[in-house]
């Protein structure tokens, strides 16, 4: 099935077709076979049931036929009593049998053949006859087995009654020694007597219970019995009863005795323990005894401790016994609860254990103030000795650790250095075939004997350049130490016995090794083997076998004398043996004298600690209390020792490494001299480049040292600013070559330093070269930070000039009532777009009253714009803006004292600058004259406290733009009449504003167009309160059919047509009473076709025929209809004036929440209006950022434009010009900050995609 659901192909179903329909047809088959062999199995099972139960009908006729012989003798012959309950039991087995039978044939006797099924039905016959047969058998035999059972039931009973007697003849025997007359027996012999007892009545309890059950039982079974059979039996089990209940009586009363003798024995042992415990306190006062008198103290240390050891042991015995005898007292009384007799007793036994008690508590404390001065004597006598032993350990420490903690290892570093004298020694003698004696009877020269120390020091300082070793070369501090480490008999020359010993070495193994007979293993043969820790002398040095690698060494084995060659380095690094130096040795010493040590003492203060604690229980005051406080006093000791051990310890570890690494030093210390040499030719040139590039630097730092030096107020009054800066640049730049070659010298050293893992001087070069390049880094850094600090203090500078030039052409503007546009172009040289930096200076430092740097106006004019000044940069410079931070009284006059306050300004409130900043010298304030956005109110307020307080904080100029879609623009702030719509991106300029402007509710009905039955919502009175439509009597429903005339007289007007009911007309004139004609009429235009004439409103007969409608009203200004309830919803069509609608639902008040409304001017073409700031009006800043790359093109259209640059993504941009419209794209002119480059960059492509974001 699945294949064919996998399938595609028309062949593969066909053919999984078949096969599934010949599937089909084998299971069809099976299930027939399946049935047939089933009807054959449940065939066999009947058949083999019919076999079973034929057999066991033959055996049950077969018992029948006996049984009836049994119950109907021949003649006179009467059946034994034992075959008749034999018969019985044979007839109850065979009814259960044929039962059994029936209920096996059953399930066959549905599904079976005729010819089984015939065969079973007989069988069932047979059993029935066979079931009736033993009813009858046992029906007429009953009397004679009830019979029979009685007699046997009786008998049994019988036997079981006898067995009782029996043992209750048994309990009597048991009970026999306490009749005797002795009331009080031996303890052992008692609880053994009673024992038995016990034992005797559990078992007689026992019998005489199972034999009231057994005739219990027989009871019951007689009462099925027929009368005559019931009667005599359940007399004669009466009988037997009657036997085993007096048996039971006895035996109650048997164990009730034995109870209270048990209870009495109990006693009598209370009463021995109490004795016991009186003799254990008796011999504890015989132990006190000797621990009282005077003389104790003279008892020697062993006697003084046999004693205690003896009181101790007598009191635990005594103790033990007193706690044992209270137990067992409280055991007896809860056994003997109710018993005044013994309780009696009990009390006067605990009266005597208490005193016996008594007694003991004061032996007890008695004995332990010996005891515990005993203790304690001992105690301080030990451990003071054992805190004496480990001051003295950590002091052997000390002075074992001193070569090394104290002297640093000196004195091995020496022998190192005579190792390796040795060894160069060593190579000199074997290249010249000289013998130890040779050599030094050459050093010690003609005098000959022992070689004095300027003699030795003198060889030694020769010695590198004679041999060719370079190793040898030590200082002369060193050479003369190692006279003095040789001059081993300290005579003050070194012998030749002495000389000979520098050449002895040996070595110990520390891996197993084989010696072999000579030098190349390859051809060597073994001749001994040495394990761990065997010594080998070395004969000679040791060599690098060149065909291995590996370091070989001839020496002589210590243990068997044997001589040849063994590995002391595998050529992987694996050490076989190392020299026994005199460091390893003493360290191998110390280590273990000081971990002896530090085990003593820190078992010692354990056991300190151990015993303090142990007495903090005896309490305050005694001879353990003392002992205590002078344990406390040896525990400062026993931690000063091991925190000396410690320290020693940590000091070892760490001049041992101190020591390694001097060890290495040392060793390699001419190598290191060596790569010292080739290192320098690698730093040398980087070093020279740099030392210029520092002179550079420093340069820097001279050229702006003048200005930099100045306190802050001072910079900003610094005369010459222009200079100075231009000054710091050119050393910058000389800076900067002079970084960059020493940077590119640093980097051609570094390759040619060799490649790979360096070690040594050429590591130390590279770290050389690289800390010398970070020096050149540092040089860039902080000549870069010069810089900025000269950048910062002109900034101060334009910042200054910039307040003081704002205010003195704000004055001029005043003065002489100039606009911003006149402001430049009085200002610009005729002919030019920008005012050039010239014209700028020049301009100012005419106008009168005004004394300017001339270099700080022109860092201020380069500072508001590179390449000259524009429209927009100049009004921006000029047009400053404040908000407020914290509110002020906004005053009339400039001088607070003459001025009268006009107002609060609010918080966050924005204020543009129109006269100022200007100084009051009296208050020491700054004010400025502003006039507020809010209700273009102006006056003068203060921007500073004299205390410092900010009340105005500068802000830039609030620009808004349209963001989403197309923004109205309206005449007034409630906006109920456009001026034009605001394209996308269009930038506006704040005027006024913000204002939060509220409006009335809305009303708005759901209606049906009279025109085109088209429904849908529509505003009836607007927010501003313009009613666009409403109900104003002049709209009528027909009621009735009535027709439409051409003139007012109903006697001499013409039809024009038939008005339907329900249809709508609007009332042109009237209505008229026809005084005449008795009826009312007006003239009325049909909605539906426009079509006017005269209705008849109400007829003669009263019948009216039009009503003024309540729910139609009239559209009085065009209004949309529109979707939904809201406002903003989509609209259907416009509903023109003098249309007629009918309210379907409504009206419903709809409300608006209040907007920010601001009066800005648009600077495409200088409209004015009010918008609301919400999602689609946000504030514009004219810095971008670009989002995509973009091209910077040299002019405003796009055909013939040239690339000046491409402007990557993350850029900063400032407008210079725009936003403007051009080939369906947004365009600005803008200077880079990265680079000052200025050109036309699109915002908004043609796509509507954003290339830039402000």
């Known amino acids: 099935l699945a294949k064919q659901k996998e399938s595609k192909s028309p062949d593969l179903t066909s053919s999984l077709k078949k096969l599934q329909d010949r599937m089909t047809a084998a299971q069809g088959e099976m299930s027939k076979h399946r049935k047939v062999s089933s009807i054959g199995e449940k065939l066999l099972k009947g058949k083999a049931v019919l076999v079973e139960q034929v057999e066991k009908l033959q055996q049950i006729e077969e018992d029948i036929e006996r049984a009836d012989k049994v119950a109907k003798p021949e003649g006179s012959e009467k059946a034994s009593d034992e075959d008749i309950e034999a018969m019985g039991t044979s007839m109850t087995a065979a009814q259960k049998a044929l039962k059994l039978a029936t209920v096996s044939i059953d399930p066959y006797l549905t599904a079976a053949p005729a010819a089984l099924k015939a065969s079973l039905q007989g069988l069932l016959v047979k059993c029935k006859a066979s ?508 931690g000063k020792a091991l925190g000396s051990l410690e320290s020693l310890k940590k000091q070892g570890a760490v001049e041992r490494r101190n020591f390694q690494k001097a060890e290495e030093t040392e060793r390699n210390a001419y190598i290191q001299a060596r790569e010292k040499k080739e290192a320098a030719a690698f730093t040398k040139p980087a070093s020279d480049k740099v030392q210029a590039m520092e002179e550079a630097a420093k340069a820097v730092e001279e050229a702006a040292k003048p200005f930099l030096a100045l306190a802050e107020a001072e910079q900003a009054k610094f005369a010459t600013p222009v200079a100075l800066s231009e000054a710091v640049t050119a050393a910058m730049q000389q800076c900067g070559a002079s970084v960059k070659a020493a940077q590119d010298c640093i980097a051609e050293q570094q390759a040619l330093l060799p490649k790979g893992e360096l070690k040594s001087a050429l590591l130390d070069a590279k770290k050389e070269l690289a800390r010398l390049n970070a020096k050149a880094d540092e040089a860039k850094r902080k000549t870069a930070v010069t810089a900025s600090a000269v950048r910062k203090a002109c900034a101060k500078v334009v910042s200054a000039a910039r307040v003081l030039a704002a205010a003195a052409l704000r004055g001029e503007m005043t003065n002489k009532s100039l606009s911003l546009e006149k402001l430049f172009m009085e200002i610009v040289t005729p002919g030019d777009e920008r005012i050039s930096e010239a014209a700028f200076c020049k301009y100012l430092s005419g106008l009168p009253g005004q004394e300017f740097q001339p270099e700080h106006l022109a860092l201020l004019c380069r500072d508001l714009e590179t390449g000259g000044l524009g429209r927009r940069k100049l009004f921006e410079f000029l047009q400053q803006y404040f908000e407020v931070a914290k509110p002020i009284a906004i005053t009339s006059e400039f001088e607070i004292s003459k001025g009268k306050s006009l107002r609060k300004a609010e918080l966050g409130e924005t204020l543009e600058v129109l006269e100022g900043p200007k100084t009051d010298e009296k208050l020491g304030m700054a004010r400025v004259k502003a006039r507020s956005l809010n209700d273009n109110l102006e006056g003068w307020i203060t921007l500073k406290g004299n205390q410092g307080t900010p009340f105005l904080k500068e802000k830039p100029k609030p620009y808004y733009t349209t963001c989403k879609k197309e923004v109205v623009l309206s005449r007034d702030i409630r906006g109920a009449e456009e001026v034009r719509k605001l394209r996308l991106d269009e930038v506006l300029e704040l005027l006024e504003g913000p204002k939060k402007e509220t409006f009335e509710p809305a009303m708005r009905v759901r209606a049906k167009a009279a025109l085109d039955e088209k429904m849908g919502w529509l505003t009836t009175t607007d927010k501003f309160g313009v009613v666009c439509a409403e109900a104003d009597g002049k709209q009528y429903t027909c009621t009735a059919a009535i027709a439409m005339t051409d003139n007012l007289d109903i006697k001499a007007c013409k039809v024009l047509r038939k008005l339907a009911v329900g249809e709508l007309f609007v009332a042109v004139e009237g209505p008229i009473e026809e005084a005449e004609a008795g009826v009312t009429r007006v003239k009325g ?142 365009r600005i002119k803008a200077t880079a900050r990265k680079d000052n480059s200025v050109g036309w960059v699109t915002v908004r492509d043609k796509d509507g995609n954003r290339l830039l974001t402000s």
Not at 179 to 199: C, Y
Not at 1094 to 1109: F, H
Not at 1112 to 1127: D, E, G, N
């Open 1085 to 1226: 235009r049909a909605l539906k076709d426009e079509v006017v004439g005269w209705i008849t409103m109400k007829g003669n007969a009263g019948t009216v025929y039009a009503e003024v409608s309540s729910k139609h009203y009239s559209i009085i200004k065009q209004v949309p209809l529109q979707r939904s309830k809201a406002s903003t919803s989509e609209t259907f069509r416009m509903l023109a004036q003098g249309e007629a609608v009918e309210v379907m639902e409504g009206p419903m008040q709809l409300t608006f929440a209040p907007e920010i409304r601001v009066r800005c001017r648009a600077l495409t073409d200088g409209v004015e209006g009010w918008v609301t700031v919400d999602d689609t009006v946000r504030l514009w800043s004219p810095h971008y950022t670009c989002k995509k790359a973009v091209p910077m093109q040299d002019s405003l259209g796009l055909e013939g434009a040239t690339l000046v640059r491409q402007v990557e993504v993350g850029e900063r941009l400032d407008m210079v010009e725009g936003p403007t419209e051009e080939g369906g794209e947004l």
């Open 131 to 638: 079931q009736e047969k033993v009813g009858k058998l046992l029906a007429a035999t009953r009397e004679r087995r009830e019979q029979v059972l009685g007699e046997a039931m009786v008998k049994e009973g019988k036997a079981k009654t006898a067995d009782v007697e029996v043992i209750m003849a048994k309990v009597d025997e048991a009970e026999l020694p306490f009749l005797k007359g002795v009331e009080v027996l031996p303890l052992k012999e008692t609880a053994s007597m009673i024992a038995d007892s016990e034992a005797a009545a559990e078992e007689a309890q026992g019998l005489i219970s199972s034999t009231r059950t057994y005739i219990a039982e027989k009871n019951l079974e007689i009462k099925h019995f027929a009368e005559g059979a019931a009667k005599p039996i359940a007399g004669e089990l009466s009988k037997l009863t009657e036997q085993v209940n007096s048996a039971a009586s006895k035996l109650s009363a048997f164990k009730k005795d034995t109870e209270a003798r048990k209870l009495n024995s109990q006693m009598q042992a209370v009463g021995e323990k109490v004795s016991a415990v009186e003799d254990e306190v008796k011999k504890t006062a015989e132990a006190l005894e000797p621990l009282t008198k005077d003389d104790v103290a003279d008892l020697s240390a062993e006697d003084a401790g046999a004693k205690c050891e003896t009181l101790i042991g007598q009191l635990k015995a005594a103790t033990g016994a007193a706690e044992d005898a209270r137990t067992t007292i409280a055991a007896r009384r809860r056994d003997s609860k109710g018993n005044t007799a013994f309780t009696e007793t009990l009390d006067k036994l605990s009266a005597r254990l208490k005193e016996a008690t008594v007694d003991l508590a004061k032996h007890r404390k008695s004995g332990n103030v010996h005891e515990q001065r005993y203790v304690s004597r001992m105690l301080i006598k030990q451990s003071t000795e054992q805190v004496v032993e480990c001051e003295a350990a950590a002091a052997k420490c000390a002075e074992v650790c001193a070569p090394l903690v104290k002297e640093g290892g000196k004195k091995f570093l020496v022998a190192n250095s005579v190792d390796t004298l040795a060894g160069a020694l060593r190579d000199h003698m074997k290249a010249k075939d000289l013998t130890t004696e040779a050599l030094f009877a050459e050093i010690a020269g003609p005098a000959g004997g022992g070689v004095n120390e300027e003699t030795f020091t003198a060889y030694l300082e020769k010695l590198p350049e004679a041999i060719g070793h370079e190793e040898v070369a030590f200082t002369p501090e060193r050479r003369s130490e190692a006279f003095r480490h040789m001059d081993t008999a300290a005579i003050g020359s070194v012998t030749l016995d002495a000389f000979r010993d520098i050449f002895n070495l040996r070595f110990v193994c520390v891996k197993g090794i084989s010696v072999t007979d000579s030098f190349e293993i390859k051809s060597g043969k073994a001749v001994a083997k040495v394990e761990v820790g065997d010594t080998l002398e070395a004969i000679g040095g040791p060599k690098t076998d060149p065909s291995n690698g590996m370091m070989r060494l001839e020496c002589k084995v210590v243990s068997s004398g044997k001589v040849g060659f063994v590995t002391l380095e595998g050529n992987q690094g694996t050490k076989y043996a190392e020299q026994v130096s005199a460091f390893r040795i003493f360290c191998e010493e110390m280590d273990k004298t000081v971990s002896e040590a530090m085990k003593l003492s820190g078992k010692v203060q354990n056991l300190i600690g151990t015993k303090l604690k142990e007495l903090e229980k005896p309490g305050k005051e005694g001879p353990l209390a003392d002992a205590r406080a002078e344990l406390a006093k040896l525990k400062p000791r026993i």
